[in-house]
């Protein structure tokens, strides 16, 4: 069966250092993979999707970014972080194709202070 | 883009009772409507999801309904247990939910009361 994984759990990190999070798939092959953002009590805000190794494809404009250096690897990084970088990470994946349903990883909650 | 409307923010029900949450998206290309149940700390969880060509999906205490020419589908829960409460997401997405991503609701926080 499939697993997805992420770390670190939790973060606290001050306003200006780099992130760097990670997200990893088990028991499937070329997934779909999602960066989703949740800030408290507020809904997911889709932030990366990537189709395969390299690409990336950018929802909102910030100063995050993301990568897939392999295939079952979802990276999520920024060169300096913001006070409202603070939130929920969350990571999904979904099957190759149209089959559509996503499956979220357990997320990090980040804390910038 | 799609735009996804959830309501009511919030919904508080006696146990034993139904609740129904309710969406609406824009872009009449979306074909796939999930919708997740979210503990609080936690992921969310799929509880149910329903394709375009269907009107109605069931499982067991929960079912969802569609209608597409309204743009429109529900989340119904019949005999509400504690374990029900939690914040639910509708989402909607084009292309059966594919490589583009959902665009969710702003979430429902079902509280049953004893």
């Known amino acids: 069966s499939q697993t997805i994984h992420q770390w670190p759990a939790t973060l606290v990190q001050p306003v200006g250092s780099p992130l760097s999070l990670e997200c990893t798939v088990e028991g499937t092959s070329n997934p779909n993979l999602y960066w989703y953002r949740q800030a408290a009590g507020r809904g997911l805000q889709l932030l990366f999707y990537s189709v395969g190794i390299g690409q990336i494809s950018s929802e909102v404009p910030q100063n995050l970014s993301a990568s897939r250096p392999q295939d079952r690897q979802f990276i999520l990084s920024s060169k300096k972080l913001l006070l409202s970088d603070s939130g929920f990470y969350l990571c999904a994946w979904s099957s190759p194709g149209t089959s559509g349903t996503q499956y979220f990883g357990p997320g990090t909650r980040l804390l910038v202070l | 883009g799609e735009n996804v409307e959830q309501h009511p923010s919030t919904l508080s029900v006696q146990e034993g009772d139904s609740a129904v949450i309710k969406c609406t998206y824009s872009?009449?290309?979306?074909?796939?409507f999930p919708w997740y149940k979210q503990e609080l700390g936690k992921r969310p969880q799929l509880i149910i999801d329903?394709?375009?060509?269907?009107g109605e999906k069931k499982d067991q205490r929960i079912a969802v309904t569609l209608n597409k020419t309204a743009k429109h589908f529900s989340l119904h829960i019949t005999e509400t247990q504690p374990e029900d409460s939690a914040v639910y997401f509708c989402a909607a997405s084009t292309r059966g939910g594919g490589a583009d991503g959902l665009t969710f609701g702003k979430g429902t926080h079902l509280i049953i009361q004893p």
């Open positions: 872009d009449s290309a979306s074909n796939y």
């Open positions: 329903i394709r375009s060509n269907v």
